[in-house]
């Protein structure tokens, strides 16, 4: 036996209404959705960078500190050199020659 429709039964045209209406929703759940995303990939970025920066920063001005540390080593280096080739010439000249004897070998072994 068929069931007689009751005045409250949805009729066809309500319930393709509905889904017209649940897929608006869904269509506004999903780009409200993106654009959250969006916006937290941003914001994820924004800090990301910000963080790499501030990294490469710090690691800039340990670089310059280190490269300033080894200038003065350089420096000092260089003066305790020329102090001995002026104090004690002979004995430069002869580490000097002793160097170059080495650095020859070492560059024409093969």
Request: net charge neutral.
């Amino acid at each position: 036996m068929a069931r007689q429709p009751t005045p409250t039964d949805p009729t066809p045209e309500d319930i393709a209404k509905q889904i017209a209406e649940l897929r608006e929703q869904v269509a506004t759940l999903t780009s409200s959705l993106a654009a959250l995303t969006k916006a937290e990939a941003e914001g994820l970025s924004d800090r990301i960078a910000g963080e790499a920066k501030a990294r490469a920063d710090a690691l800039r001005a340990a670089a310059a500190d280190r490269a300033a540390g080894l200038q003065a080593t350089v420096e000092k280096a260089t003066a305790e050199a020329e102090a001995l080739a002026r104090d004690r010439p002979a004995a430069a000249m002869g580490i000097a020659a002793g160097v170059g004897f080495l650095l020859g070998l070492l560059f024409t072994r093969r």
